[in-house]
């Protein structure tokens, strides 16, 4: 059991680290003009180590050569998830197929990425949409964004209403699944 808890206070530690570099090099690396980045480590009880972040901005090309942008009021690191306050987070995809999402609070579990989104969920993207929700799921390893609440979609050729909602982005559909109201001009 010692064995079990010093290994996962390790763990813990050695990721808080990793954090604590990863930011550490977005400081130097940025335009000295930007507001900094505020960083605060404690070692918890049963949580173990949890690192917050105030005032983050992360920015990710990815090896296909879309571009993340992810910016929080506060980001707190956990062992098991990460939670966001205030998110903004962009998509960028060589294909033009550019997203916004803006949210009041965000969940990452961390062993899965999947990231739960809530209050006053939005996401536009550059082909006239906006979609509006206060719940909405991203699965990365599949693509997919998902909700069970009450969605409202803009177009630039009318309004759609419904309960429950799937956007595969691997096949560029939205689905909503129940309940669906249209009004189009």
């Excluded at 090309?61 to 980001?75: M, Y």
């Excluded at 062992?79 to 990452?108: C, F, H, Q, W």
């Excluded at 996401?123 to 609440?149: A, C, F, G, M």
């Amino acid at each position: 059991m010692g064995d079990t808890l010093t290994f996962i206070f390790r763990l813990s530690l050695f990721v808080g680290i990793l954090a604590l570099m990863f930011v550490g090099i977005y400081q130097f690396s940025r335009k000295p003009d930007h507001k900094a980045a505020k960083t605060q480590t404690e070692v918890g009880g049963k949580s173990g180590l949890i690192t917050k972040i105030i005032d983050i901005k992360l920015f990710e090309k990815t090896s296909n050569g879309d571009i993340w942008k992810l910016i929080a009021k506060e980001v707190e690191i956990r062992s098991s998830d990460t939670s966001m306050d205030d998110v903004r987070m962009s998509y960028s995809s060589i294909d033009n197929d550019d997203l916004e999402l803006t949210a009041k609070k965000g969940v990452m579990e961390n062993h899965s990425r999947n990231v739960l989104f809530s209050g006053k969920v939005r996401v536009r993207s550059e082909k006239q949409l906006t979609l509006t929700t206060e719940y909405l799921v991203w699965r990365p390893q599949e693509r997919l964004l998902t909700s069970d609440e009450k969605v409202f979609v803009e177009t630039g050729s009318g309004f759609i209403s419904g309960e429950g909602m799937v956007i595969d982005l691997n096949k560029k559909n939205l689905a909503i699944l129940n309940s669906v109201k249209a009004v189009l001009f």
